[in-house]
């Protein structure tokens, strides 16, 4: 615990120091948004305390120590925790949201989020979102086994995704088919279907989730850049703007745009580091770890 308090008045200490230098340190774009209130620095230490009990939590909270804090129920929207790329990175906090939920909801939340912070990447892709709700389930199951109530939650929330399945099945028109929005019971809902087979909770993500129309998956834009790049010189737009042609086929111009603002800054590279294999050996890594949680739940 000695070390678990260190820790903490450090990074509240860093964010104390971030705030004051939006005014007069080095930062070059100052943060529209306002720090964290006392109360939502409250909520936001005992989360982050909870989170390093966890080895996932504490590599989240040590690859984001830098990150400002910020509150702004505009910002978030519906979220607890967003994290905002533009004018900087900063992860914002939705005090209205924050009221109406408990901490362990939160935790969920700003490990999903710290884990985006993480990966910061430069483009929407599904995969960054896929890999950020992936990150959430494996904190969310290491959290289970240091704490029994938060276990029987996730396990009821579970089990409500198991029975929510049969009710589908047995009247598929009464059963909405958009995601819970409860951080505990979409947690739920996704560990079943990660448990079952990684590309059903994948497809759910990239398919349930709000999306930009301009949102390009990252096997496509690779793809797409090893056909026709680095130049794409041939490539021609229509006068609408609808396609885009090149080598005799027609494709969306976001996947164009994407493609040439990768190779004009390199960072395709980074965005593979960033991403790491989630979906292949991080899948099966943590789909291990929840079928074994599952075989220990009452």
Partial sequence: MRVVRAVLAIAVGALAWSAAAGETGPQTVKPPWPPPSPTTARRLETASAALQETLLGRRLLAETAELAR????????????????DPQPVLVLGPRRLKAVSDEELELALARELARAAADLPLVLPEGDMSAYQAELEYAVERSARSADFSRRLHAAYQLAVRREGDARADPERVAARLP?????????????????????????????????DAVRLSELEDFMERYGPDFSAART?????????????????????????????????????????????????????????RRAP
């Fill in 70 to 85: 910020r509150e702004s129920d505009d910002a978030a929207g519906e979220a607890l925790v967003s994290f905002v790329r």
């Fill in 181 to 213: 929005s409860g951080e505990f019971e979409r947690a739920g809902y996704f560990l079943r279907l990660f448990a079952r087979d990684p590309d059903e909770f994948y497809w759910a993500v990239e398919h349930g989730l709000p999306r930009a129309p």
């Fill in 238 to 294: 229509d006068p609408a703007g609808r396609y885009v042609r090149i080598g005799g086929r027609r494709y969306p111009p976001a996947l164009f745009r994407a493609a040439r603002r990768l190779v004009e800054s390199g960072e395709l590279a980074r965005i593979r580091e960033a991403l790491g294999p989630f979906d292949s050996a991080g899948a099966d890594e943590l789909r291990a770890k929840v079928n074994a949680w599952l």
